[in-house]
């Protein structure tokens, strides 16, 4: 993943200020997504973001899995669903190629349903590929997110190579889409596929 946005639904990286966006930031040490969410908060109170729902992924050494945070950001912005969307999307990403009954990747499964939102099977793929022992992961889902302010804030860490930061600017529907879309695939998991907890 990069530092520069992805394009989104329509075409123009700049609509981050009335559409949603995913930001990715992506830790090279497992207690990098904590400290990045107290930068988030420090985003926030500058009013640099509204945040709409946010997850770390963190996978300590030594783990078999990974371990899904569900944070509650100061300030949420009204959620229009009752569980985090994220979470749910952070539990699909840890399932294996295999979990599925059709023997489909899950994540081939969720691009199908995500086609024209800005969260194409590249981005959760690159995503994915950050998951890994020894890092963490922070999934922040808002709106009016500015991605050159966001940057200000973990400039250091950039500059360190220690956080690399993606995003992409979603369609109005994605959680619609997306929530649509981790239902239909968790129907359709194996006997004893259980995302991490």
Known sequence: ?????????????????TQPTLAVWSYDSPMGASAGYVRLRELQRRGGVSVADVVTVTWVPGTHRP???????????????????????????TLAPGAVSSNQDPLEVLSDFLVGTGLDEGMLRAIRSSIAPGSSVMLVLAVGADPGATRRVIQRGLDRGDVTLA???LAVDVEERLRTAIETLLLDL????????
């Open 67 to 93: 371990r899904i945070g569900h944070l509650r950001a100061p300030r949420v912005a009204q959620r229009r669903f009752t569980y985090s969307v994220l979470g749910a999307l952070a539990d699909v990403l």
């Open 1 to 17: 993943m990069t530092e520069e946005p992805a394009a989104s639904a329509d075409g123009a990286a700049d609509q981050w200020a």
């Open 167 to 169: 995003y992409a600017v």
């Open 190 to 197: 194996r006997p004893h596929a259980s995302p991490a907890g």
